[in-house]
């Protein structure tokens, strides 16, 4: 059955099909199709290639491109966690619409911090030449750095790691910390209850120097008796709330949106409304509980899309980003009904 006049092509058009349309040799075909700088090329020849090129539909072939190349259109994340974790799984959706916007597609690898796959991951990468891996955690923290990433152009995404010689891209706790207590501030509140984790990370110790930084900037004299500590889940929140009650404080910062959600059950067990007789304002804005919290938590996102995105720009050179100092990325506040 003929396909003339339908728009339709011949399947598997080959490079010598082109030549043989365009009435030039497959070496010119190839040069035009790959833009090699240097090849010498006639103007008319490259026309008839090109028109050749659009009546046969000749799409080129990706992996021998590739080869030739040295490089391919695809960007590697490998991730512990985030792919089944539904707020910071907004890397993955950040870093592939950066990705997308630059002419490139993402390849995800999820490997649930298993070391075996994760190596079988990078290694698969690197076979098909990506041009650069992202490598992320589902939470702000130390890493040690897999070998395999120093053998092409990586980016650290959440995650740091001081003396392997990679950018990172993270969020920047002491501002976040910072912009929660401001709101409070900014509320009227001067006696101000921070609720700390207990588990050692950059944001246990960067929320806290943000908070201290926000009473100081305000004049607002630092109390350590204000400061508490608490596992960081909602059972976490609730132990503590009978000491922020009696500490005379008039708001908290909570650590994060789990530990808020014990706060409220707390102050609610004693008969206190929230904001009225206590504001409070949480961290991370997990929308399954802040936004769905009565009243609505107000609360500091963190910045998981923003940061796969700028992790895809530092990797393109499209973004400084010095090795030693990580890139930070901005934590906004979400401001609902609770302050």
């Keep these: 059955m003929s396909t003339a006049g339908n728009g339709a092509h011949p399947p598997n058009v080959t490079m010598r099909d082109v030549a043989k349309v ?178 050692p990370s950059p944001a246990r110790t960067g929320r806290l120097a943000g908070y201290r930084e926000a009473l100081s900037a305000a004049g607002i004299d630092l109390d350590d008796a204000l400061v508490f500590r608490a596992s960081p889940e909602q059972e976490g929140g609730y132990r503590a709330t009978p000491q922020i009650i009696a500490s005379g404080a008039t708001a908290v910062f909570c650590h994060n949106d789990r530990v808020a959600m014990g706060v409220y059950d707390g102050l609610r067990e004693q008969g206190l409304r929230i904001p009225e007789d206590m504001a409070v304002i949480g961290f991370d804005n997990q929308d399954v509980i802040a936004a769905h919290l009565r009243p609505a938590l107000s609360t500091v996102a963190l910045p998981h899309y923003e940061m796969g995105a700028a992790g895809v720009r530092v990797l393109l050179g499209l973004d400084e980003a010095g090795v030693a100092n990580p890139t930070l990325v901005r934590c906004p506040p979400v401001l609902r009904a609770s302050i």
Excluded at 103 to 117: E, Y
Aim: glycine fraction near 8%; proline fraction near 4%; include cysteine.
């Design 22 to 199: 365009a009435g030039v040799s497959i070496a010119t075909v190839s040069h035009v199709i790959n833009d090699k700088p240097g090849a010498r090329i006639g103007e008319d020849a490259r026309r008839r290639v090109q028109d050749a090129v659009a009546a046969l539909g000749y799409r080129p072939n990706a992996l021998a491109k590739t080869l030739s190349q040295g490089t391919s259109r695809f960007i590697g994340l490998v991730a512990d966690q985030i792919a089944t974790t539904p707020f910071a799984g907004q890397i993955i959706h950040g870093a592939q619409d950066e990705a997308w916007r630059h002419g490139f597609v993402l390849l995800v690898a999820n490997t649930d911090g298993n070391v075996d796959v994760e190596n079988d991951a990078i290694a698969m990468m690197l076979e098909h030449q990506v041009r650069g891996i992202l490598y992320s955690s589902w939470y702000h923290r130390e890493i040690p750095v897999p070998a395999a990433l120093h053998q092409t152009d990586s980016v650290l995404v959440d995650c740091f790691a001081p003396d392997s010689g990679l950018p990172a891209v993270v969020p920047d706790e002491v501002q976040g910390g910072r912009t929660a207590t401001d709101e409070l501030i900014a509320a009227g509140h001067r006696r101000i209850a921070f609720v700390n984790t207990t588990t």
